[in-house]
Nanobody, 128 residues
Framework: QVQLVESGGGLVQPGGSLRLSCQASGSGFTLTRYAMAWFRQAPGKEREFVAAISQRTGSSPIADSVKGRFAISKDNAKKTAILQMNNLKPEDTAVYYC???????????????????WGQGTQVTVSS
């Protein structure tokens, strides 16, 4: 069993930055075996892919809507995935979820269905 806990959400003005963290725990968990991803769900909308990082190559696909503003990284030793969000816009307002699964192939990194474990979510609100 794997547990994920997100942190770092909050209220920020347009143009500001936030850094989300996803701490993983569980027997046998290692970021060299598990891919990590961030998804988000805005009010009244479906959950959508934001960014992912693969377990071996570190390849990190990112959604077009946040490209150039968001970046995903990971710290294998700390079992933590980070989503750095810069130049935030009101349309980035959403609950942000991290997710993980073992052995996801590259072509499935953007797909929600490939992720077995999910965090509880952290609210990000971008407003003046």
């Amino acid at each position: 069993q794997v547990q994920l806990v997100e942190s770092g959400g909050g209220l920020v003005q347009p143009g500001g930055s936030l850094r989300l963290s996803c701490q993983a725990s569980g027997s046998g968990f290692t970021l060299t075996r598990y891919a990590m991803a961030w998804f988000r769900q805005a009010p009244g909308k479906e959950r959508e892919f934001v960014a992912a990082i693969s377990q071996r190559t570190g390849s990190s696909p990112i959604a077009d809507s946040v490209k150039g503003r968001f970046a995903i990284s990971k710290d294998n030793a700390k079992k933590t995935a980070i989503l750095q969000m810069n130049n935030l816009k009101p349309e980035d307002t959403a609950v942000y979820y991290c997710a993980t699964a073992e052995g996801i192939i590259m072509s499935q990194l953007r797909s929600q269905s490939g992720y077995r474990y999910w965090g509880q979510g952290t609210q990000v609100t971008v407003s003046s």
